[in-house]
């Protein structure tokens, strides 16, 4: 059976994930809006519901059921975790949010439990090895004993159907010293491994999504905006570089996937121009190709999950 990396519905023959979306973010200022794009034609709706509070910078993850949006910032760091039912879209906020208040965390899943991890909080400059999960039984919260290797933010997340990797990330966020770093976690019992290679070059505030056989970290930032794309083969964690990276070099999109292909939505350019793109990459070969409707506002921040 193929684990749901993302967020899938039930058919025969497998598990097909329907739609991606790509919650909240900054257009000017923070919104509370959740585009959805239909995987059979890459169309967008916008939910009549959004988040709860507009906010940007959290992290995203789900179950089979249900998509998660955590954290965040409004006009403060926030421990908000919301959750949006698939089978209506109609969204609740759980009792029990974050550990800590924080924004730019990395979020996975496995088929029983999403992650939540490291970030930063208020003051702005203090980075945290945290690893929240949230069981999707009851969405109890706890709190790994093992968080991150080291304390970061704007790191990826992705997994396979057995492990959740999270990848690069900053500390000193003011003035960001940047990570290579990728971090497992195997999840019989969630005991972290930290990768002999790690991404191609230090780098943070990218996003990421996978297939099911390999994981994406988009990187984001290095010492300058890049397009660069890593691909993690889930057989022996080996990392190559895609040949195409994202259209524009972007940080903080949101990521995604179908069964088929994987997203890097919005984000903001190396000018401070947010931009509403929408790449969209195969899974057969890894071609990129950008879609003709892309988020409802150009945005950076911005949330993403699969359902």
Do not use: H, W
Not at 27 to 41: A, E, I, P, R, Y
């Amino acid at each position: 059976m193929i684990i749901a990396a993302k967020g899938v519905v039930a058919s025969a023959g497998g598990l097909v994930k329907v739609a991606g979306y790509a919650a909240g973010g900054n257009s000017g200022s923070n919104v509370t809006t959740v585009d959805k794009f239909l995987f059979t034609d890459d169309s967008r709706t916008t939910l009549a519901t959004g988040l709860s509070s507009a906010r940007r910078q959290m992290g995203g993850m789900n179950s089979t059921v249900a998509g998660y949006v955590g954290g965040g910032y409004t006009t403060s760091y926030q421990t908000t975790v919301d959750k949006f039912l698939f089978a209506d879209d109609s969204r609740t906020t759980l009792g029990t949010g974050l550990s800590v208040a924080r924004v730019d965390t990395a979020g996975f899943n496995s088929e029983t439990a999403g992650y939540f991890a490291g970030g930063f909080y208020d003051p702005g400059t203090v980075e945290v090895t945290t690893v929240d999960k949230f069981a999707f039984s009851n969405d109890a919260r706890t709190t790994l004993g093992t968080g991150l290797s080291s304390a970061r933010s704007g790191a990826t997340g992705f997994e396979s159907d057995v492990s959740g990797y999270v990848c690069a990330g900053a500390t000193n966020v003011s003035t960001p010293v940047l990570a290579t770093t990728v971090d497992k976690f195997a999840f019989s019992n969630d005991a972290r491994t930290t990768l002999g290679t790690g991404v191609s070059t230090a780098s943070y505030r990218g996003n990421g999504f996978a297939s099911t056989v390999a994981g994406y970290c988009y990187l984001g930032y290095t010492t300058t905006y890049v397009t660069t794309v890593n691909k993690f083969a889930f057989s022996d964690d080996s990392r190559t570089t895609l040949g195409t990276g994202v259209s524009i070099a972007r940080i903080m999109p949101a990521g995604f996937e179908s069964n088929d292909a994987g997203y890097i939505a919005g984000g903001l350019d190396g000018t401070g121009t947010r931009r509403d793109t929408v790449d969209k990459f195969a899974f057969s070969n890894d071609a990129v190709s950008t879609l003709g409707t892309g988020l409802s506002s150009a945005r950076y921040g911005v949330a993403g999950f699969s359902g």
